[in-house]
């Protein structure tokens, strides 16, 4: 049995992590472009469990970023003013 150095045991040591080494979210895809803009009005399909939200036309006020991979709008009903946050999915041109 040879009889090692300290500092020969650490070099020959894979690192935890390598200097320079990309993190896992620089490694992730960029999130898709939002396919609706500011302005835009829009037909909202609510969800089977939000059955007591109105469905018809909206008016997107902002961009959000995504959740779970897919893009999120803040819409504005225009019948009764009210603001909500939903998934691009719901969404379709009128």
């Known amino acids: 049995m040879s009889k090692d150095k300290p500092s020969d045991l650490y070099s020959s040591a894979i690192p935890f992590k390598r200097p320079g080494a990309a993190t896992r979210r620089e490694n992730a895809h960029p999130m ?3 396919k609706f803009t500011v302005g835009q009005s829009l037909f909202f399909s609510p969800s089977i469990f939000e059955p007591a939200t ?3 036309s909206y008016c997107v ?4 970023p995504g959740d779970g991979g ?4 803040r819409i504005k009903c225009a019948a009764d ?3 909500r946050v939903v998934r691009e999915a719901q969404l ?3």
Do not use: D, I, P
């Open 54 to 56: 109105r469905k018809g």
């Open 70 to 73: 897919e893009n999120q709008y």
């Open 81 to 83: 003013g009210h603001e």
């Open 61 to 64: 006020v902002s961009l959000l």
């Open 92 to 94: 379709a041109v009128e």
């Open 32 to 34: 898709a472009s939002h």
